[in-house]
T-cell receptor
């Protein structure tokens, strides 16, 4: 079992819809959870981080964390074609090193 | 500069040669990380420096890989006797190095290494 699992996709949504990206992790000791966006040929850029159960909203983005279910998600409201990218889920188990999932490809169709 | 910088942006080398990759972290960031991303693969942790503490080398794939950080700032990742499987994008990141809950890592543009 991988430490961080994501559906590779691609996830296709129409412009204006809500995109829902999901991630599960295996280690209950994981402390912090991050969502990065990576455009093709570019380096990852941080979108959001969350470390408490519940929801955290930032503009069109909402991160949701459920530690009991070992599940973290990212919702993108009013999806735009510019949101098309690979979304990487990452967790910190101990220390400060990130463990990444393989990423989910999101395609927003206009 | 405002962000993490890396050099070179691209490196093509022959199998068996040594290469050095450089990373300049964001000013004031005490933590520095190296990751690599192979084609179609996720990011793989390599090594982590935090202040003056001993680095966490647990992700280095073999003893051909080493890294140092001089003066708590610039870091160099060295790969000796390169192999074709070393071909990847090598990414450097830095953070304020605070508690994990606040450890936002910012990535540089990466160095694309191609071993022929």
């Amino acid at each position: 079992q991988k430490e961080v699992e994501q559906n590779s996709g691609p996830l296709s949504v129409p412009e204006g819809a809500i995109a829902s990206l999901n991630c599960t992790y295996s280690d209950r000791g994981s402390q912090s959870f991050f969502w990065y966006r990576q455009y093709s040929g570019k380096s990852p850029e941080l979108i959001m981080f969350i470390y408490s159960n519940g929801d955290k909203e930032d503009g069109r983005f909402t991160a949701q964390l459920n530690k009991a279910s070992q599940y973290v998600s990212l919702l993108i409201r009013d999806s735009q074609p510019s949101d098309s990218a690979t979304y990487l889920c990452a967790v910190i188990r101990y220390g400060n090193k990130l463990v990444f999932g393989a990423g989910t490809i999101l395609r927003v169709k206009s | 500069g405002a962000g993490v910088s890396q050099s070179p942006s691209n490196k093509v080398t022959e199998k068996g040669k040594d290469v050095e990759l450089r990373c300049d972290p964001i000013s004031g960031h005490t933590a520095l990380y190296w990751y690599r991303q192979s084609l179609g693969q996720g990011l793989e942790f390599l090594i982590y420096f935090q202040g003056n503490s001993a680095p966490d080398k647990s992700g280095l794939p073999s003893d051909r890989f080493s890294a140092e950080r001089t003066g708590g700032s610039v870091s160099t990742l060295t790969i000796q006797r390169t192999q074709q499987e070393d071909s990847a994008v090598y990414l450097c990141a830095s953070s304020l190095g605070l508690a994990p809950s606040y450890n936002e890592q910012f990535f540089g543009p990466g160095t694309r290494l191609t071993v022929l």
